[in-house]
């Protein structure tokens, strides 16, 4: 069973808001990444970390912000939510390079009204 | 053109049957596969890798043709349990892993 958590788990939040989605994982893994996956599409990552005070964009164009401050720990924040962010946010992380096995968290599934 | 394309079924299968499907992908400098399963609203995880030579665990094999850019995912004597979405993944030529929208699978008794 994989060493990774998410919270929240479920967040409906109304516009304007600001939020935080918290991903740690007790691993040691050095790479992280934060995935949105919409119902029956594909995963489209938007962030990645290759260890401490890494971050970089993803494929997919995203209004979110990352912080890499502790290895076990990659936050995800959005400054003002829109109902087009309304989607799941899965994170995950991997020993070493993109090749390697990825784990994933639960998943938040954020609705934003 | 998507880069990973999968038949989105769904591949409604009676318990005990083999089931194949296929997923394509369009860069031919891609470098390694991968299939993963997802339960309905779970987290992905890695089912296997799919190596040049092909590979075999247990029930399922993965094949991979480079000549025509597609990888295989058989499943033999198929159970309830593997009701599932499985993606199909690949790593591009810019180590990046690219998602395939999944093939979803039922397994009816």
């Known amino acids: 069973e994989a060493d990774i958590y998410q919270t929240p788990r479920y967040l409906v939040i109304g516009t304007g808001k600001k939020i935080t989605l918290e991903c740690s994982q007790t691993m040691g893994h050095d790479k992280m990444y934060w995935y949105q996956q919409d119902p029956g599409m594909e995963l489209h990552l938007i962030h990645y970390?290759?260890?401490?005070?890494?971050?970089e964009k993803g494929d997919l164009s995203s209004e979110s912000t990352v912080s890499r401050i502790r290895t076990e720990h990659f936050p995800l924040t959005l400054e003002s939510a829109r109902p087009s962010h309304t989607s799941q946010y899965l994170c995950?992380?991997?020993?070493?390079?993109?090749?390697?096995?990825?784990?994933f968290g639960p998943g938040t599934r954020l609705t934003v009204l | 053109r998507k880069e990973v394309e999968q038949d989105p079924g769904p591949f409604n299968v009676p318990e005990g049957a083999t089931v194949a499907f296929n997923c394509t992908y369009s860069n031919s400098a891609s470098q390694s596969f991968f299939w993963y399963r997802q339960d309905c609203r779970k987290e992905p995880k890695l089912l296997m890798s799919v190596y040049s030579s092909g590979n075999e665990d247990g029930r399922f094999t993965a094949q991979l043709n480079r000549a025509s850019q597609y990888i295989s995912l058989l499943i033999r004597d198929s159970k309830l349990s593997d009701s599932a979405t499985y993606l199909c993944?690949?790593?591009?030529?810019?180590?990046?892993?690219?998602w395939g929208a999944g093939t979803k699978l039922i397994i009816k008794p």
């Open positions: 970390s290759y260890g401490v005070n890494s971050t």
């Open positions: 995950a992380s991997s020993e070493s390079d993109f090749g390697n096995e990825q784990f």
């Open positions: 993944v690949v790593k591009d030529s810019n180590y990046q892993l690219i």
